[in-house]
């Protein structure tokens, strides 16, 4: 079927599930039909410029941006791991947020510098249309002013109605009240930083008309609420530091909540009884009711839980409002999770082996779980990524023991992009780095989180993995900090190695590398070495012949016990390619015979500017040749 053949109305669909980079690279300036459609698929979806290489950024904001720049009604920038400096380039092409004066919706994400969010959130100011604005994963670590600042700008923003935070500055721990009032914000979410509970009657008068509220309350120096809050109809909230007369005075102050949803990991036990007593006195119009606790118990658990689930076996739950909770623990440790059907939260909690039992009628779970062997359980694996296919990212945070034999690198998935392995703390050696990116899932990977070794594993993985687009990683070194020499050399190390287009950079213990041109990683690796090993001379021999030698540039043949024979294969590469421009060579055994052979070589070499073959156990007559062939030497 001819694609143009469709009506706008079916390619707008089909175009809704592409990606912004996609878009441009394949229908922009096609025809006069194929610009305008995708005009309005900006205007109604905007600009995702989350999980898009460095090239494609270059060249949207470089050409294409500019044209449609005023019909733009969403914005999504990005600083992660794979889209660095994405505010920077933004500024550098000439943007000013304030030029976007269709936007409607605006968002940032990993930004790790607050003066740059300060930046973009000032402009938010001269967007008369703004009604959405989320900072997502922001993380400002080493940053300890400006977050007050940030909040009130954001307070005064007259149409905002949507606001998620998910921010904090250096060792923040509670959310910084506004010092001005909002009365168009109805929907706010605070991730990451707690409300300290006695400043909830505060939060709502500087923001009267929020209606929807989901983060963390903190009962720490709690006082009692003695107002009520009118406007709140949805509270989604995880207490800590809580008791059960704190949470039951503050929602007695919220009459009107529609919908509520309560975490409660602090081992404080509310049971039906007391829930029933909540709801039926102060929240009449409660329609929705979500709630997961954890208990602590030692002794008894069966006893408890069944104690517990009596509490919600009576007529108000089960026949009024037909609320139905489950609970399982494991036998062997120490707490009861209780959580209402279905299970609608973040993190489900799997201790195996589990033991449930539930208040629903006829529920015909099994009553225990045992954990999987791996191979059942790397097959559910499978089964998942197959039914999976839009899942972008797959994160391994636990693994069983034995982690490199048991790893899941046979399973395979049509969508997977991105693959950590960085919080299961396991650091991959040389061949585990060469299985995993030999494996299916990471062929096709374009940003990989990994901790290894070596950090000449990094260089492997980077030639080996075609499609990579950002490699994050942490080498193991006797001291792990961002400011350990180790760390410092190894990114200076990587530098000298890798030719543009890479960027690399330091950020707490890790070395972040980003490929900023286009898939080509023959125009990339530019350092090659050859770690210390008794056939290196075999190795120099295949290097000869690989494609790699072509984009060379540093060739680091140190500490090998390279004889005169092996000097032989070095003036095979050397004739072979034309970019190598430092060889390093020392201690190893050429000797006299080889320092010979190697000046020959050099006559007819003009690239080579470095040359370092120091401890090689050269004699007089060695040197004098090298002194002849240098004198000539004019590169």
């Not at 036998?331 to 609608?344: A, H, M, Q, R």
């Not at 190390?493 to 972040?512: C, D, G, M, S, V």
């Not at 030698?549 to 003036?571: A, F, K, P, R």
Request: hydrophobic content about 35%; proline content about 3%; overall charge negative.
């Amino acid at each position: 079927m001819d694609l143009e053949t469709l009506s706008n109305e079916l390619l707008l669909s089909i175009l809704e599930f592409l990606s912004t980079a996609h878009l441009f690279r394949a229908f922009y300036e096609l025809n006069r039909r194929f610009d305008t459609l995708l005009l309005e698929n900006f205007r109604i979806h905007g600009l995702d410029f989350r999980s898009i290489s460095q090239h494609d950024v270059d060249t949207i904001f470089g050409h294409h941006l500019p044209l449609i720049v005023g019909q733009v009604t969403s914005l999504h920038l990005s600083e992660a791991y794979d889209t660095p400096e994405q505010a920077h380039c933004f500024l550098e092409h000439g943007f000013a947020l304030r030029q976007f004066t269709g936007l409607r919706s605006h968002s940032l994400q990993h930004f790790t510098s607050i003066e740059k969010i300060n930046k973009m959130i000032s402009e938010c100011c001269h967007l008369p249309n703004l009604t959405h604005l989320k900072l997502d994963d922001c993380h400002c670590w080493f940053d300890y002013t400006g977050e007050d600042n940030i909040i009130d700008i954001i307070w005064s923003l007259p149409k905002l109605i949507y606001c998620s935070l998910d921010i904090t500055v250096a060792d923040q721990v509670h959310f910084t009240l506004p010092t001005l009032i909002s009365f168009s914000i109805k929907y706010l979410i605070i991730s990451c930083v707690q409300c300290l509970a006695w400043t909830i009657p505060y939060l709502f008068e500087y923001t009267p008309h929020l209606r929807y509220y989901k983060g963390y309350f903190n009962a720490l120096n709690y006082g009692l609420i003695s107002s009520p809050i009118s406007s709140a109809i949805t509270l989604d909230v995880c207490f800590l530091s809580v008791k059960s007369n704190m949470i039951e005075n503050i929602l007695e102050h919220m009459p009107n909540l529609r919908q509520l949803t309560v975490d409660m990991n602090d081992k404080v036990c509310i049971d039906g009884h007391q829930w029933e007593h909540i709801i039926r006195n102060y929240l009449p119009k409660l329609k929705r009711f979500k709630l997961s606790m954890k208990i602590k118990s030692i002794n008894n658990k069966e006893q408890e839980v069944d104690r517990l689930l009596d509490s919600f076996r009576n007529r108000f739950w089960l026949e009024e409002r037909r609320w139905f909770v489950r609970c399982h623990w494991n036998p062997d440790g120490n707490e009861i999770n209780l959580y209402t059907l279905p299970y609608d939260f973040y993190y489900f909690c799997s201790d195996f082996p589990l033991i449930s039992k539930s208040t629903y009628p006829r529920d015909e779970d099994y009553s225990s779980y045992d954990c999987s062997n791996h191979e059942t359980c790397q097959s559910q694996l499978q089964l998942i990524l197959d039914r999976a296919t839009r899942l972008h990212s797959l994160r391994f945070d636990n693994w069983l023991s034995n982690f490199s034999s048991r790893a899941p690198f046979d399973v395979t998935s049509v969508s997977v992009e991105r693959v950590e392995f960085k919080k299961h703390k396991y650091e991959f050696n040389y061949e585990e780095c060469a299985a995993l990116s030999r494996s299916p899932l990471c062929i096709q990977c374009e940003m990989l989180s990994i901790d290894v070794k070596s950090r000449t594993c990094i260089l492997d993985l980077l030639n080996a993995m075609t499609n990579l687009r950002a490699l994050i990683v942490r080498v193991a070194y006797s001291e792990v900090n961002e400011n350990s020499e180790e760390l410092i050399s190894s990114v200076e190390w990587l530098r000298r190695r890798l030719l543009h287009p890479y960027r690399i950079k330091k950020y707490k213990e890790n070395i972040i590398i980003v490929k900023c041109g286009p898939n080509s990683l023959d125009t990339m690796i530019s350092t090659k070495q050859i770690e210390p090993k008794p056939d290196a001379e075999t190795a120099v021999c295949s290097l000869a012949s690989a494609s790699d030698v072509l984009t060379l540039t540093t060739l680091d043949l140190s500490q090998n016990d390279i004889s005169h024979v092996g000097v032989e294969y070095v003036d095979d590469l050397l004739k072979k390619s034309a970019t190598i421009t430092t060889l390093i060579l020392q201690q190893n055994q050429i000797g006299n015979n080889g320092a010979r052979r190697l000046s020959v070589v050099l006559q007819d070499n003009n690239t080579l500017a470095a040359l370092n073959i120091g401890g090689n156990q050269i004699e007089d007559s060695g040197a004098i040749n090298f002194a002849g062939t240098l004198r000539t030497n004019t590169v």
